[in-house]
């Protein structure tokens, strides 16, 4: 129960930080987000989405916004991101 409680909050946190990031970006639809399992941060804007988008194709599974994955899903995305780099600069 507790750690549901924590993985709730988690995630709520996260979304709550990047809809913050979005609100308080100089220019809109460019937003750093940080990798905590890569300690790197991604620039969150046409590209990545566009690899974001391809990362879900490529599973063939019907694409889901990045803020309401869930922490182990959000992990999946950056490990696959990292082992794709090639895609974009990042």
């Known amino acids: ?15 709550a930080f990047f809809l913050i990031a979005i609100a308080s970006s100089s220019c809109a639809g460019r937003v750093r987000v940080y990798d905590e399992y890569h300690s790197d941060y991604h620039t969150w804007d046409r590209d990545e989405d566009r690899v974001y988008r391809g990362y879900w194709n490529e599973h063939h599974e019907p694409y889901r916004d990045y803020d309401k994955l869930n922490k182990d899903e959000q992990k999946d995305y950056w490990n696959w991101r990292h082992e794709h780099s090639d895609h974009d600069n990042h």
């Open 1 to 15: 129960m507790m750690s549901q409680i924590k993985g709730i909050f988690t995630s709520t946190s996260f979304a």
